[in-house]
């Protein structure tokens, strides 16, 4: 039943990136240059709902959580790769499963590197005895920093991000204004 529902909200959230415009090359580099902020903002917002009805649903003890391992090595290295993958191929690992199912070639690739990628790294960790897993640091999450339950977290987290999503939204009404207003003075000219 688990992975059946797995595959139900694969194909939704899918759907979802595909209805934001979030496998399109064109939309996300808009997005990495801040020029247009609609798949970071959707991106956040999905993140603050996930957060209260995670909590919700364990808070009513319908779900259970387990908090991976902490490793800050890991966590900065995989985040530097996974950059600069995205600001070359413009997708992330979902993005680029969605596009090629859209049948846009450039996803392949992106998927294709993303599988050589693992496969490299597993033959280096094999042959070298290199684990990153040597820099774990534990158990923790942000619970274990604020010392504050659980679901009181996820609704300060949730503020947090609805805040940063409307702080965003002021900074490019002002940015579209002082645009409009530049090219006003340049008809005028």
């Keep these: 039943m688990s992975l059946f529902l797995a595959i139900i909200f694969g194909i939704g959230f899918g759907y979802i990136l595909y209805r934001v415009g979030a496998l399109d090359y064109k939309n996300i580099l808009n997005a990495l240059i801040l020029k247009d902020l609609s798949i970071p903002k959707f991106m956040l917002l999905s993140v603050a709902i996930t957060s209260v009805g995670?909590?919700?649903?364990?808070?009513?003890?319908l779900v259970t959580l387990d908090v991976i391992t902490a490793n800050p090595l890991g966590n900065i290295l995989g985040g530097l790769i996974f950059g600069i993958g995205f600001a070359l191929a413009g997708y992330c690992p979902g993005t680029s499963i969605g596009a090629m199912g859209e049948g846009k070639k450039d996803a392949r690739y992106t998927v294709l590197g993303g599988i050589v990628g693992v496969f490299v790294y597993t033959i280096f960790q094999q042959y070298t005895g290199f684990s990153i897993a040597s820099f774990d640091i534990g158990k923790l999450s942000l619970v274990?920093?604020?010392?504050?339950?659980?679901?009181?977290?996820?609704?300060?987290?949730?503020?947090?991000?609805v805040l940063i999503i409307y702080l965003v939204d002021i900074w490019?009404?002002?940015?579209?204004?002082?645009?409009?207003?530049?090219?006003?003075?340049?008809?005028?000219?």
């Design 54 to 61: 995670i909590f919700s649903l364990r808070l009513n003890g």
């Design 144 to 161: 274990d920093i604020i010392h504050l339950n659980a679901f009181s977290v996820s609704v300060i987290f949730t503020i947090t991000l």
């Design 172 to 189: 490019e009404q002002k940015k579209s204004n002082i645009i409009q207003e530049r090219t006003i003075k340049y008809v005028e000219k």
